[in-house]
T-cell receptor, first 118, second 113 residues
């Protein structure tokens, strides 16, 4: 089946540094990928939609200069958290649409990346 | 009012019980309904998706949609400790070009051995 590989699974960094998270579609091409953020015991919050070869579309309230998204190829999207601060600590998950069965928006997810900013 | 309402739980049941997980929604444009399972510290994985109203069965899992009541359910028969996870419902309109899903908050399910 379609697999999305995400890494690193865990990262701890110092405040002020930047962290890059990679998301790869292993056996399919993903023209669109989605980046979510999840706080403990809460649901998924869509941060941005990443489109191959064009600028990402950010959701309201998400700082595009803080969360840089690059989708340089049909199999790779990256999220860079720039000048990270403790409030950026969270679980970040990427996903890709895998099915177009009569318009169904079915997503497959990466395993997630837990970011801890000290 | 949120577009999708889901009780966060936790819901604790004994092994072997039938589990009923539910979501309600307000947007009548929703046509596709999905259930995802998320284990702790992992990404969600798709369990089932259904289109419009009706039932869909896959092994021990049954998804049910009642569009007239704007209510969807996921039933788990013969529940196992390995079913312990957070279950998220998600939905979207037909042919939504933005591909956005609207998510419930997730219900944490605990199956006691």
């Amino acid at each position: 089946g379609a697999v999305v590989s995400q890494h690193p699974s865990r990262v701890i960094c110092k405040s002020g540094t930047s962290v890059k998270i990679e998301c790869r579609s292993l056996d399919f091409q993903a023209t669109t990928m989605f980046w979510y953020r999840q706080f403990p015991k809460q649901s998924l919050m869509l941060m941005a939609t990443s489109n191959e070869g064009s600028k990402a579309t950010y959701e309201q309230g998400v700082e595009k200069d803080k969360f840089l998204i690059n989708h340089a190829s049909l199999t790779l999207s990256t999220l860079t958290v720039t000048s990270a601060h403790p409030e950026d600590s969270s679980f970040y998950i990427c996903s890709a649409r895998i099915a177009s069965h009569s318009g169904a928006n079915v997503l497959t997810f990466g395993a997630g990346s837990r970011l801890t900013v000290l | 009012q949120k577009e999708v309402e889901q009780d966060p739980g936790p819901l604790s049941v004994p092994e072997g019980a039938i589990v009923s997980l539910n979501c309600t929604y307000s947007n009548s444009a929703f046509q596709y309904f999905m259930w995802y399972r998320q284990y702790s510290r992992k990404g969600p994985e798709l369990l089932m998706y259904t289109y419009s109203s009706g039932n869909k069965e896959d092994g021990r899992f049954t998804a049910q949609v009642d569009k007239s009541s704007k209510y969807i359910s996921l039933f788990i028969r013969d529940s196992q400790p390995s079913d312990s996870a957070t279950y998220l419902c998600a939905m979207s309109p037909f042919m939504d070009s933005n591909y956005q899903l609207i998510w419930g908050a997730g219900t944490k399910l605990i199956i006691k051995p």
